[in-house]
């Protein structure tokens, strides 16, 4: 398992009973989680002295209810300065296990000896855009989503990234890639963060099962002559890493060779000593 153990601004600190109880910053949130299956005392006093608590609803959904909690404050990472502020659907606009990505393809981007264009498919709020164009990259960053493009580029601006040779894109990822390769544009690197089911500004209907396998096959007509790396995301349930190793291995290795490797990606939990799992991330690296 790749486990995100940098932070000092954020935390897990106990999870029990369907819920975590983090530490973003100064503030404590209580959020609901799939994984956390098991039913252990909830001994930290952080479970009554929350900011923030998220409530699942039995039809589907929730909503916060706070205590005490500004509507947007910010954490650090590494030099990278992040705004947070809770939204639909349990978010904060942050998933800090992706830091094991971020500390990962940074090493490699700074130590590649030569200019690294990477494109950030799904970009969301700007995570690993931000820890690339800090690594010395040049990105293109696309999300379907004009809100989520506007929060990277304020976080851009907030970790003093406002002048990086960064590309912002609101656009449907797939038909983006599709115009890229028509141009004849190519990038050492691809970074993508697919949703299980979403749909595009147009309506655009994207389910994983479907529609990876493809995007996968278009992206790797993207990569340059010596490309850097490959990372693909997921929070799909039932989707083990095994078959992100396969799509890339499938698609990328027959032309570039190179090694792939996929995982669980975690965050330690401060109160058990373990590590909460949450997701997979699947590596290409030449």
């Not at 040049?138 to 580029?153: E, F, L, P």
């Not at 963060?193 to 990876?212: F, H, L, T, V």
């Amino acid at each position: 398992m790749w486990i995100a153990d940098g932070w000092k601004d954020y935390e897990v600190i106990d999870c029990s009973k369907g819920e975590k109880l983090e530490r973003w910053g100064s503030y404590l949130l209580v959020r609901p989680d799939p994984q956390v299956i098991w039913d252990t005392p909830k001994k930290h006093r952080g479970w009554k002295r929350m900011n923030g608590h998220y409530h699942r609803s039995a039809k589907g959904g929730g909503e916060w209810e706070f205590f005490d909690l500004p509507e947007q404050w910010t954490i650090g990472y590494h030099g990278l300065t992040f705004n947070l502020k809770p939204f639909s659907f349990k978010h904060t606009g942050l998933f800090p296990e992706q830091a094991a990505n971020w500390d990962w393809f940074g090493e490699k981007i700074r130590t590649a000896g030569r200019p690294v264009k990477v494109l950030n498919l799904f970009a969301y709020t700007g995570g690993a855009t931000l820890a690339a164009a800090q690594a010395g990259a040049a990105v293109t960053h696309v999300d379907a989503s004009k809100g989520m493009v506007g929060w990277a580029k304020e976080n851009a601006r907030s970790s003093g990234l406002d002048g990086a040779p960064i590309r912002w894109i609101v656009d449907d990822c797939v038909k983006f890639v599709e115009r890229e390769i028509r141009r004849g544009n190519h990038y050492d690197a691809i970074i993508m963060d697919p949703p299980s089911y979403g749909r595009g500004p147009k309506g655009e209907i994207w389910k994983i099962e479907d529609a990876i396998h493809p995007l996968v096959r278009l992206c790797a007509g993207l990569l340059s002559d010596q490309p850097l790396f490959f990372l693909i995301n997921s929070y799909t349930t039932g989707l083990a890493p095994a078959v992100l190793s396969y799509l890339i291995g499938t698609e990328i290795c027959p032309a570039y060779g190179g090694t792939v490797r996929s995982e669980e990606i975690g965050l330690p939990v401060t109160e058990s000593g373990l590590v909460l799992p949450c997701g997979a991330s699947g590596r290409w690296e030449a």
